[in-house]
């Protein structure tokens, strides 16, 4: 039996709420893994420096050159870490490029997310994780549900006193809270959370181990909330990603860490600029 079917039987041998105490034997994975993740990290600090045509373009490039060293990586480990890395370029391509057509509005998440669900679908389908690995369960819901709401308003009244939105809705109706929770519960929250938890993070730990694919994760999580210019954000983003992935870690709850991630949109975008 060849290395890369041993390491396959070994990871569907675990038991899919435990993570790697020690990661996969993979030659140079620190070289592999960490200059793709570095170049992401630069692209998203040009963004931070305000030169967003340049860190699209690193962005596309750093696509490109995930997606042709797939074809040439024989490991398919790492094989497996650049698909989950592509999905970041993927995301802030995105993200950057709608805006451009139409104004930005609650509405557009809906149309930028659905885009997002395309690429996501394929990394997770190759990625060969069981979907109790992908943290995709409803169990303990009814718990989780009023605990989300709280940790949203507990850490999105962190980030708003940081970053200081504007409200995406225009008054604290039922139906316009409804829709807000909708889209950034359904759409934001829960893309997102594939993307970083349960394919980045779980692909990462694999590669590299628990801890440190926990922090990468954290941080390339924190870094693409570059957008906002604030130094502050980053860093609190940061934090909240290594609290939610942690989380994700002790829970195996996709939706959990869904519902956490969206309520403090609601908050953040809703509630309380509307509020005060």
């Known amino acids: ?14 038991i899919s709420n435990n993570f790697r105490e020690k990661p996969v034997e993979i030659k140079n994975r620190w070289y592999y893994i960490g200059i793709p993740a570095a170049a992401i990290a630069f692209a998203e600090i040009l963004i931070f420096w305000g030169m967003k045509i340049e860190a699209l373009g690193m962005h596309a490039v750093i ?6 060293s797939m074809m040439f990586v024989k490991n398919t480990e790492i094989q497996k870490t ?9 995301l802030r391509i995105v993200n950057l490029s709608m805006p451009i057509y139409y104004e930005k509005t609650l509405y557009s998440f809906i149309f930028t997310y659905g885009i997002l669900a395309i690429p996501i ?7 060969d994780f069981t979907r109790k690995q992908l943290g995709m369960t409803f169990k303990k819901i009814w718990f989780y549900a ?4 709280l940790l949203g308003l507990l850490l999105g009244e962190g980030e708003y006193l940081i970053i ?15 829709m807000l929770s909708i889209v950034m519960i359904f759409f934001v929250g829960l893309v997102e959370e594939i993307i970083f938890r349960s394919i980045l993070q779980n692909r990462l730990q694999i590669a590299l181990g628990n801890r440190s694919g926990l922090i990468i994760t954290s941080i390339l ?31 195996r709850s996709l939706p959990l860490v869904a519902m956490i991630h969206g309520f403090i949109n609601v908050f953040v975008f809703g509630i309380i600029p509307l509020i005060l």
Request: proline share 2%; charged share 15%; hydrophobic share 50%.
């Open 1 to 14: 039996m060849s290395l890369d079917k041993c390491v396959k039987e070994r990871l569907k041998m675990e």
């Open 63 to 68: 696509l490109l050159g995930l997606s042709f």
């Open 82 to 90: 650049y698909l989950a890395l592509i999905l970041l370029p993927i």
């Open 121 to 127: 679908s394929i990394a997770a389908t190759n990625q």
């Open 146 to 149: 009023p605990i989300s709401i």
């Open 164 to 178: 200081k939105t504007n409200y995406l809705i225009s008054d604290l109706s039922t139906f316009n809270l409804l």
């Open 221 to 251: 999580f924190g870094l693409m909330h570059t957008g906002y210019g604030s130094l502050g954000e980053v860093l609190y983003a940061s934090f909240v990603g290594i609290f939610v992935g942690y989380l994700f870690y002790k829970t």
